[in-house]
């Protein structure tokens, strides 16, 4: 069985492993909305103290329905642009690039350099066409790696690590996506200040160290930070047709509640070919 070394990891990173678990508990599961057996061996490799997490039955359910989401978000963009470059943010040990590769996308896979060498001890390094990029996702030196591919159109995924910056982080990041990738696409999950206060709840009852920074109280708030951005789709749980959430359906009387959090897609600003055919 391998080690894994919980002091080596930062407090941010440490959060990898709850979903890694919830992954890989959702793929046992005969109903599974996802399926990650990558998962189910990792945690059985892993030797760490998973029972620690403690949720109740729509965390679970929510995080399934989060990454299924994800994943249509990247199938659906691939399908617009086979040849596209995809730059999943805080990809943890997640292998999505698996699960929706084309067999023509550009993947690069960004995370800290201790996720990134668990991600190597345990999934593999790098292949053809599949990439990882050992910094900070505020470290600009990964910009000018994944430029080379700068006349390719660009999908930036951020699940579940957004929220864990400052805002004054998260909107430096975004306009610097803005003005190096104009026409790129971001997909973020956010959350109201109420819904931050929340987890943070939990976080501390799991005594999980990582605090819940950044939030939103309505996605469109976000088209505001610089002029191109817009919303182009948002998502909720509740109003997601997932037959699980079906004793959940009262949260939709309640919007506070309802669209306390989502998956929110947003195009950063227009190409030099769609600014020329003006």
Known sequence: MSEVDTQTLSDMAETLLFPLYLRATESQRPDAMIRDEKAVALVDQINYDFSRFKFVGIDEIALAMRTRQFDRCARDFLARFPDAVVVHIGPGLD????????????????????????????????KDRYHL????????????????????????????????????????????????????ELVCDVETPLQNRIDNLKLARNKFSARIKWSLKLGRDLESWGDGISLLEEWFYIYDP???LDSYRWIRHFPFLAKAAGVFRYRLGKTADEKASR
Request: some cysteine; aromatic content about 12%.
């Open 242 to 244: 997932e037959p699980r």
């Open 95 to 126: 292998t999505r690039f698996e699960r929706v590769d084309n067999g023509r996308v550009e993947w690069y896979d960004l995370d800290l350099p201790e996720v990134i060498e668990l991600r190597r001890k345990f999934i593999g390094g790098e």
């Open 133 to 184: 990029l050992s910094c900070s996702v505020l470290d600009n030196a990964w910009l000018d790696v994944v430029s080379v591919h700068s006349q390719r159109p660009f999908l930036f995924m951020a699940e579940g690590v957004l929220m864990y910056f400052e805002e004054a982080q998260v909107k430096s990041l975004v306009l610097m996506l803005l003005r190096r990738f104009p026409g790129s």
